[in-house]
């Protein structure tokens, strides 16, 4: 790893900026950005987020903006828990990729936190469109649908979560969904999901939690 990052530290050094940039072609550019967006997702596997953003801020510099590396150091600010500056770049990304489902989803995830459902749906929506076979879109989808009352469109995602493979133990000391369990639009819905396709002991979890 040390070796591969001196390496892409001697390229990015090089270069001076954007000018610079476009007298490479554009493949080779490309080719950079998915090694650096690599290097910049291992760094973050590790915790080392700091060095994640300064990676990616410098290739930036050097070859202007790439969706993969902005969402790298998006992702950074994400796991730190700055939200407001993993929006911004989450946006940029998305932006230049519309169909970026990695930026979409988190950016989803942020927005949803913040109570934007509909800006969060819109997100949400393209995922699904781009990845319907995963569960975890799915179960956004549902989530927003239980927080505006609407139990037809809740059942039908929490159908498609279970058809994409979703264990039901991930919404387990999920705040959202023990909210959801004890609401009475929603609660009737989940509990006889549970029942039917799930463990009904996870209702009672969700309606139940164990104090902090």
């Not at 979409?104 to 949803?112: F, M, N, P, Q, W």
């Not at 469109?153 to 991930?170: C, F, K, N, P």
């Amino acid at each position: 790893m040390r070796a591969a990052l001196v390496g892409l530290a001697l390229v990015l050094g090089g270069m001076s900026g954007p000018a610079a940039a476009t007298r490479d072609p554009p493949p080779y550019r490309e080719s950079l950005a998915a090694q650096v967006a690599g290097e910049a997702g291992a760094l973050n596997a590790q915790g080392r987020h700091a060095d994640a953003r300064r990676l990616c801020r410098r290739f930036t510099r050097a070859f202007g903006p790439f969706p993969i590396v902005l969402y790298e150091e998006a992702y950074a600010w994400n796991l730190e828990g700055r939200l407001d500056e993993a929006l911004e770049l989450y946006s940029r990304a998305i932006e230049l990729d519309p169909e970026l489902v990695t930026a979409r989803y988190d950016r989803a995830e942020i927005l949803l936190m913040r109570g934007d459902l509909d800006a969060a749906e819109a997100d949400l929506q393209v995922v699904a469109r781009l990845r319907p076979d995963h569960w975890a879109v799915h179960l956004r989808l549902a989530e927003i649908a239980g927080r505006r009352g609407d139990v037809q469109a809740l059942e039908a995602q929490l159908l498609d979560t279970i058809r994409s493979g979703m264990d039901w133990g991930v919404l387990v000391g999920d705040p959202a969904w023990e909210r959801l369990a004890a609401d009475d639009k929603a609660g009737p819905v989940l509990k006889r999901l549970l029942h039917v396709y799930g463990d009904p002991a996870i209702y009672d979890q969700l309606l139940h939690p164990p104090a902090e």
